[in-house]
């Protein structure tokens, strides 16, 4: 199966119909898609992922090799608690813990989530559009979008069959936008009861994943997909993934206009499907919704 590529500036011009069409269709049966042509500065992204590998290198791997969690090796004993990872979290907005993150990468993380929360607000807002909302529901339903980006190695790993790199689950948030390695790896996603290889990314493609909160919120239209790291004997893995996510306070809930009618007579449902039977289902609940408000 050929994961979806969806190239942002198709959103503009004779492409556009058939661009939104597309991404309606990834994030509705995939839950996640690669992201071409995404305007994020290639250099910016290149000086990112250097950084990154050079703080690893610097000030971590040797510290994560003689950890306890690297331990578990040293007794060939399978563990199913443990994430092979060496990660730390950065928080952009709304209050930014700059200061607890490396010097070394503070300025360039800090333009880098400029860059892609502008990335992130454009998907909202073509995704909204999809589901005949305004562009900016999404937006204003995150009530203050709180971003954050965990940066993470996934290191080598000896014994791959022993460890999990990170156990399978869905992300809790919103738009999850993924910077990963060009050779190394181990991301996977489950669709349809099988286990998809994520390859390594090209030309600084951008992943996409959707977050818990826009399944709700599209009152399960689009999908949050279950996802899993595996950890690799031949290399690390470098994983950016940027969280465009609701405001703490944010009250979750699905968009009025994509429920089902709340309520109604069954009669007055029986009468109307009589002269409907063969049509669609969804446009029958919609319809029906709005004859009886």
Avoid at 21 to 27: T, V, Y
Avoid at 149 to 162: D, F, G, M, N, T
């Amino acid at each position: 199966m050929e994961i979806p590529e969806i190239k942002m500036d198709q959103l503009h011009g004779k492409k556009r119909s058939e661009t939104l069409s597309l991404l309606h269709n990834a994030c509705a049966q995939w839950g996640f898609f690669w992201l071409e042509n995404h305007g994020v500065n290639e250099d910016l992204m290149n000086k990112m992922k250097d950084l990154v590998n050079k703080h690893y290198e610097q000030d971590k791997e040797k510290n994560f090799y003689s950890s306890e969690k690297a331990k578990i090796l040293d007794y060939e004993k399978a563990s199913s608690n443990v994430d092979w990872e060496c990660s730390f979290m950065y928080r952009h907005q709304p209050k930014s813990n700059s200061h607890d993150i490396p010097e070394l990468l503070r300025a360039t993380v800090f333009e880098y989530a400029e860059e892609v929360i502008k990335l992130a607000q454009q998907l909202a807002a073509v995704m909204s559009e999809n589901l005949g909302l305004g562009k900016d529901y999404i937006e204003k339903a995150f009530s203050k979008p709180s971003v954050g980006i965990k940066v993470a190695k996934y290191p080598r790993c000896s014994h791959p069959e022993l460890v999990m790199g990170l156990r399978e689950h869905t992300d809790a948030g919103g738009i999850i936008l993924l910077f990963q390695d060009e050779l190394v790896p181990g991301l996977e996603f489950l669709k349809d009861g099988k286990w998809i290889i994520i390859p390594p990314t090209e030309g600084n493609r951008i992943f996409v994943n959707l977050g818990d909160q826009i399944e709700v919120m599209t009152n399960g239209i689009y999908k949050s997909i279950c996802h899993r790291v595996l950890p690799n004997k031949n290399g690390s893995r470098l994983s950016i993934a940027t969280f465009y996510n609701p405001g703490a306070d944010a009250i979750i809930y699905p968009a009025p206009k994509l429920t089902y009618p709340s309520q109604y007579r069954f009669q007055d449902y029986l009468n109307f499907y009589s002269t409907t039977k063969f049509s669609d289902k969804v446009s029958r609940f919609q319809t029906t919704k709005a004859i009886l408000k």
